[in-house]
Every structure is written in structure tokens, then in C-alpha cells.
């Protein structure tokens, strides 16, 4: 098979072949730590604003209501039954 293209086997080896990395400068490796950093965070808030509105709420799914209004009104992701869940469980 390699006889009637001969250059299959060349091919077939550098599709074989790691592929390098690019260079990446150091200012965008500090903003991509700063950025893991921050989301990091973000979710520790987020963790905490679930806890809060279990706190002042009367039932989770008060609790609920009360975070996704916030989320409504602040552009933030939704909130879901699991985060609710899992902060109550913790606490």
C-alpha cells in the first residue's frame, strides 16, 4: 500500500507526531491565573449567597425563589435545586 503512494507513510507519521505547543507570553499567563482565581472565588461567593438565603428564608424552596430573582436582576446564572440542596445538607 505504502509502494503506490509513497507519500502516505510520511503523512501518516506526522499526523502521528505531537503537536507543538504554542508560545504563550507571560502577561497572558498571569491574566489566565488571575482569571482561574477569580472564578474560583465567584464560586465561593455563590456558595455563600446560597447559605445566606437559606438563612432568611423560611423553606429551601423560598430560599430558591429569593436567588433566582437575584440572578434575574443581577445577570447572574440561574440558581438550581442542587446548589440549594447541597448548601442545607452542609449546614
Sequence with gaps: ?????PNGKRFRDEMLRPK???KLSLSLLNVARQYKSQVAD?????KLLVAEALRKASDPATALTMLNCLARDFGLEPFDQREVDRAAAAE
Design 42 to 46: 465567584a464560586r465561593e461567593t455563590r
Design 1 to 5: 500500500m505504502d509502494a503506490a503512494r
Design 20 to 22: 507543538k505547543r504554542p
